[in-house]
């Protein structure tokens, strides 16, 4: 019965769909859908990471580890919220900033971090470094530099829990 289907292929290094790139190969099925939409984040001041993406996209999918990455240590301060440009909605410029589409500029992956106040303080395109987006994290936060701070690497605690430690 199942002996004429083909096996399911999934790579990072092409442009071809295969399903949510944050569960595939970000390992974080968690950030699609958002848990909580631009407004509401705006709404209680609380600074946003929007990540514009297409999950046929070569570049997206390489980003999506980084964006992951990012996550783990700043997911409870901020809101990550990623944004599938195919569901944005042209209004002909009438989209408000508590929308995501008023911040898309037509590529991907594209990373937009607003702060608590509403400004945008970080708005690139293409494969962002995590020590890029990390630096301006450590700003809204008003944590050390990176260059300042103790490393924190990830020690199992059990085989589902991790904990942050020094070295």
Same mark, same amino acid.
């Given at each position: 019965?199942?002996?004429?289907?083909?096996?399911?292929?999934?790579?990072?290094?092409?442009?071809?769909?295969? *399903?949510?790139? +944050?569960?595939?190969?970000? *390992?974080?099925?968690?950030?699609?859908?958002?848990?909580?939409?631009?407004?509401?984040?705006?709404?209680?001041?609380?600074?946003?990471?929007?990540?514009?993406?297409?999950?046929?996209?070569?570049?997206?999918?390489?980003?999506?580890?980084?964006?992951?990455?990012?996550?783990?240590?700043?997911?409870?301060?901020?809101? +990550?919220? &990623?944004?599938?440009?195919?569901?944005?909605?042209?209004?002909?410029?009438?989209?408000?900033?508590?929308? &995501?589409?008023?911040?898309?500029?037509?590529?991907?992956?594209?990373?937009?971090?607003?702060?608590?106040? *509403?400004?945008?303080?970080?708005?690139?395109?293409?494969?962002?470094?995590?020590?890029?987006?990390?630096?301006?994290?450590?700003?809204?936060?008003?944590?050390?530099?990176?260059?300042?701070?103790?490393?924190?690497?990830?020690? &199992?605690?059990?085989?589902?829990?991790?904990?942050?430690?020094?070295?």
């Amino acid at each position: 019965m199942f002996l004429g289907s083909a096996p399911a292929w999934a790579n990072i290094d092409d442009d071809h769909f295969d *399903g949510n790139i +944050f569960a595939l190969y970000g *390992g974080n099925g968690s950030l699609v859908p958002p848990r909580v939409e631009l407004s509401q984040s705006l709404k209680i001041h609380k600074p946003a990471l929007l990540v514009f993406f297409l999950d046929d996209s070569k570049d997206c999918k390489l980003f999506s580890t980084t964006v992951s990455r990012l996550q783990e240590f700043y997911g409870r301060a901020a809101d +990550f919220i &990623p944004v599938n440009v195919d569901a944005i909605v042209a209004e002909n410029g009438t989209q408000s900033p508590t929308e &995501p589409g008023y911040y898309y500029r037509g590529y991907v992956p594209q990373t937009v971090l607003i702060d608590e106040s *509403g400004e945008v303080v970080l708005d690139e395109i293409g494969l962002v470094s995590y020590e890029r987006v990390d630096d301006v994290f450590r700003e809204v936060f008003d944590l050390l530099p990176r260059s300042e701070s103790v490393e924190l690497r990830r020690q &199992p605690v059990n085989e589902i829990n991790n904990e942050l430690v020094k070295d």
